[in-house]
């Protein structure tokens, strides 16, 4: 393992037994699981390279456990990791050898159905996908999306703030999230927002969400449901090259259309979804868009001739448009079939998930075929292309030795070239274990030390997830000291009046 | 009064550190046009940030523009119209109500987070903050965020810096995402509608799929205020319930029929169209018919923030009791009440009914020595209060940063 998670507390390893017994007392029966061959299952999230038994796995049911258990926790100094469905592919949900795994698994009710309102009360464990069909029925939605949606869970969305192909145009879960039920490691029970459109007081709703479970345990979510457009329609546009895609890109945000979803693939990934699905997909053209238009008929179909004249102005050598659903989701079914026809390809791939600003496309894909170079690697690039969301799929082979630690090499190269050329190191997977040591690249000691001060006011003994998203853990006693600054009672030469 | 006018992040670090060395907090100000909201600072020295004023750039076709936080928000609205842009949380103008000449700074729009009518539709000012660079209470400029729209790297200060008033850090410079100005508004009007019936068709237009991004109410009783702005469509001093629709023209006027026939329970809907339509939402957004020149302009102001559906109900309540006058924006989710004067400005009423309805009431409007007797701010739980606390310390553990503003305890 490439990533040094924080030391085992030796002391609370030997008392094993008595924790074990300690929390069977507050969440009886087949709650607590301790046996390795029952915590296999736990020991690893999306990012599978990276697993780790935990000490001993708890699947709370009510929200009064998820209390007594982090308050028996911080009293006796035992590290806690909140795990939804485990689909992270950043490690937010990595077990930690000394820490107590707490699964959010049973929180699987949706408590209120409001459409008056228009928002839903659901328990965090409840899958992104169950949502929206508890409400469509009365034609309503969740509109966030990731490509896990049938399997991830809405606390584990709220804690990466998850985006997905929509959020162009719908924004992420923290746009669509309007309050919650958290349990702070004191065990403390604590109401933020509601059903109102803002909450009281600071915006704890909106830096709780993406906080990657290090500031609380979410037992329940309130959020916002939409009404689901009339109509979809897309296109799939083929470009000689990537400049001219991304170049059609720019038209259309400049043309003032914001697009339901704008991806793009280039040729390896084209040809690998294509070779998997049979979409369709024309193969001999350097970069590949699908854009979806969604809304009233009318304005869709006023919009794909737009969209369509501008592909056209660009240079594109294809263009489809889709006449039907099943056309429509023909040209989404490569796309989404993305990840695994890479899978087929090659024995293994890393997914990477930097953002740059849409006008650096072309050269951060440049960039990265230098690197491709450089390490001997291939790579497959996704990209949702709308919000400069890049997910570059670097094809490795475990087996061959060394291979691993190339990749790893070569998707931190990409993530700091996402920095150079303006963007972030993450732009929806979080950065939980894979990106910590990056963070240095794009922040400031001083930047990630008032990160941490915050995390303080919500967990002072920093039990909960830690070794995630911040390279260096600091006490917070330390991190609350005010620097004494040179020449510090000297009255600064500032113009005064 | 001792005013320090800064002219770059350094000179704020400067002056933050020499207030924290002579233990002297500071009153954050652009143009000082929302001063009047809040209590009364423990301070009399002044951090003004109005110099720090530069469009650093602006990208139309990334939809983002980064400025000083000391950018005059009118100048800023000016530039990326010219674009055909705009911030499409539509921030308020709160100078006609308070009585102030400025329209204030991009920073203060951002520390006050009041967005406009098209909040139920865009989110508020945290949802358009993409990037921040900011002074803290330790006197150290930190960064959080960037300059892209999809970004999940680190704890998303930039919501926290929103609608935070200048309390927890002193930001600098910000990065705000633009969006496209809608190609054509039109307005359904329905009219003589009570409080409860259009509460109901707000709730329908808003569960339809039309996009409506504008659902307001101006009660009869409101138009008693009412003030020029609101030209012919509001003559005949009935009530006003109005549901905005935006778009691509073909899209609008398509949209605009279907929602017609959906609003038929209620009355025959008419059009109002582009420049009133316009003019109407800006009534709506800043709160004309209780300006501070009108009629009203003596009563203390509300911001009363509530689930929607329950507005009416919160809504009529308050103003049987009180004889107050109340307006309805995001579809009942927002209530602005002028209440007659008194003492307390009926905050005990108002904070009991609208904590009965799960809202949370701010006091906007209020002469000095009212809000001297009364919590402006929303009381929260203990619980909630105390993390609000431990988190405002993490920014500004000796309270420099306009200490006292929003809690009136902390005055001391």
């Known amino acids: ?96 050898e000394d820490g107590v795994l707490l699964g959010l698994g049973k929180f699987k009710r949706i408590r209120e159905i409001d459409f008056d309102n228009r928002v839903v009360v659901t328990e965090p464990g409840v899958t992104n996908l169950a949502i929206s069909q508890a409400v469509a029925h009365a034609g309503f939605y969740y509109a966030p999306d990731p490509s896990s949606q049938i399997a991830c869970s809405i606390g584990g969305n709220v804690a990466e703030n998850s985006g997905g192909v929509h959020c162009l145009k719908y924004g992420m879960t923290t746009n669509n999230v309007l309050g919650c039920e958290i349990v702070l490691m004191s065990g403390e029970i604590l109401r933020i927002g509601g059903k109102g459109c803002e ?155 930097g953002t740059i600003p849409r006008g650096a496309l072309p050269k951060a894909l440049a960039r990265i075929r230098e690197l491709s170079e450089k390490y001997q690697l291939g790579c497959a690039n996704v990209f949702h292309a709308g919000d400069g969301n890049l997910h570059p799929l670097i094809l490795y082979d475990a087996n061959k030795p060394g291979e691993i630690e190339r990749a790893e090499a070569f998707g931190a190269d990409i993530l700091r070239a996402c920095v150079e050329f303006g963007g972030v190191l993450t732009g929806e997977h979080g950065v939980g274990i894979e990106k910590r040591d990056l963070m240095g690249d794009m922040f400031t000691e001083i930047d990630l030390d008032q990160q941490q001060r915050l995390k303080c006011a919500f967990d002072a003994q920093g039990l909960l997830n830690p070794g995630k998203v911040f390279p260096t853990l600091h006490r917070c006693a330390e991190l609350g000291r005010m620097h004494v600054h040179a020449g510090k009672v000297a009255f600064p030469e500032i113009p005064r009046f | 009064m001792d005013t320090l006018r800064v002219r770059d992040a350094k000179d704020v670090e400067e002056a933050v550190r020499a207030a924290i060395a002579n233990e002297q907090p500071l009153e954050i100000i652009g143009h000082g046009s929302k001063r009047a909201i ?51 949380f539509e921030p308020m103008n709160t100078a006609p109500l ?22 139920i539709r865009a989110g508020g000012a945290r949802d358009h903050l993409l990037g921040a660079h900011a002074v803290s209470g330790f006197g150290d400029s930190f960064k959080t965020g960037g300059k892209v729209v999809k970004n999940v790297t680190g704890y998303d200060l930039c919501k ?209 020595d009212v809000r001297r007797g009364v919590d402006v701010f929303h009381p929260q739980a203990p619980g909630l209060a105390a993390l609000s606390e431990r988190v405002r310390a993490s920014f500004d553990p000796k309270s420099i940063l306009n200490r006292g503003r929003l809690k009136r305890d902390a005055t001391a």
Request: net charge negative; proline share 5%; aromatic share 4%.
């Open chain 2, 160 to 368: 926290l810096l929103a609608g935070s008033w200048g309390t927890l850090s002193v930001m600098t410079e910000v990065t705000l995402k633009v969006m496209p100005k809608p190609e054509a508004e039109r307005t359904l009007l329905l009219r003589g509608l009570d409080d409860a019936v259009a509460n109901k068709a707000m709730t329908a237009a808003l569960g339809s799929p039309y996009d409506v991004s504008g659902a307001a109410h101006l009660p009869k009783s409101a138009f008693r205020a009412r003030t020029d702005e609101l030209g012919d469509i509001a003559a005949q001093d009935e009530a006003l319930t109005v549901l905005r629709l935006e778009g691509i023209t073909a899209s609008v006027s398509h949209r605009a029929g279907s929602l017609r026939e959906l609003l038929a329970p209620f009355g025959t809907a008419t059009l109002v169209e582009d420049a009133a339509s316009s003019a109407l939402w800006a009534t709506v957004r800043d709160v004309l018919p209780f300006a501070a020149g009108g009629a009203l302009a003596a009563w203390p102001v509300w911001r009363i923030v509530c689930p929607p559906a329950s507005g009416a109900a919160l809504g009529t309540q308050l103003a049987r009791e009180t004889g107050g006058e109340v307006i309805y924006d995001w579809g009942g989710g927002l209530i602005w009440a002028a209440l007659p004067p008194k003492a307390d400005a009926h905050a005990s009423a108002v904070r009991q009914r609208t904590s009965a309805f799960g809202g949370h009431a701010t006091l906007i409007r209020a002469a000095e």
């Open chain 2, 38 to 88: 809040g209590h009364t600072m423990a301070t009399n020295a002044v951090l003004d940030i109005s110099a720090l004023n530069a469009v650093t750039s602006y990208e139309p076709n990334e939809l983002i523009v980064t400025l000083q936080a000391g950018a005059p928000l009118a100048d800023v609205l000016s530039l990326i119209d010219a674009k055909n842009q705009q911030f499409a």
């Open chain 1, 1 to 96: 393992m490439a990533i040094m998670m924080p030391a085992s507390d030796q002391a609370v390893l030997a008392r094993r037994a008595e924790i074990v017994a300690a929390l069977r007392a507050i969440v009886p029966g087949e709650g607590v699981i301790d046996t390795p061959a029952e915590m296999r299952a736990y020991e690893s999230d999306g990012l599978t390279a990276y697993r780790q038994p935990p000490m001993v796995v708890v699947l709370p049911d009510t929200t009064e456990q998820v209390s007594l258990i982090l308050k028996y926790c911080a009293g006796q100094g035992i590290k806690v990791v909140p795990r939804g469905s485990g689909t992270s592919l950043s490690g937010g949900a990595l077990p930690l």
């Open chain 1, 199 to 353: 909450n009281s007081g600071y915006d704890l709703m909106g830096v709780i969400t993406g906080s990657e479970g290090l500031l609380g345990v979410i037992t329940e979510i309130t959020v916002r449901i939409l009404q689901k457009p009339e109509t979809a329609r897309a296109l799939m546009v083929g470009f000689a090259e990537v400049e001219a895609a991304g170049e059609c890109v720019a038209r259309i945000i400049g043309a003032g259309i914001i697009p339901g979803g704008m991806e793009m693939m280039d040729k390896p990934a084209i040809h690998a979804a294509e070779a998997f699905v049979h979409a369709g997909y024309p193969l001999d053209v350097e970069a590949l868009l699908i854009i979806e238009l969604d809304g009233p008929k009318i304005e869709v179909d006023e919009l794909i001739t737009r969209v369509e004249t501008i592909a056209n102005a660009c240079g594109s050598t294809t263009c489809q448009i889709s006449t039907s659903e099943a056309e429509r989701n023909l040209f989404w079914a490569g796309r989404k079939a993305a990840f695994p026809a890479v899978g087929r390809i090659s024995p293994d791939y890393l997914c990477m998930d």
């Open chain 2, 98 to 119: 308070l009585g102030a000449s400025a329209t204030g700074t991009i920073g203060g729009m951002i520390a006050a987070g009041l967005a406009g009518p098209r909040r």
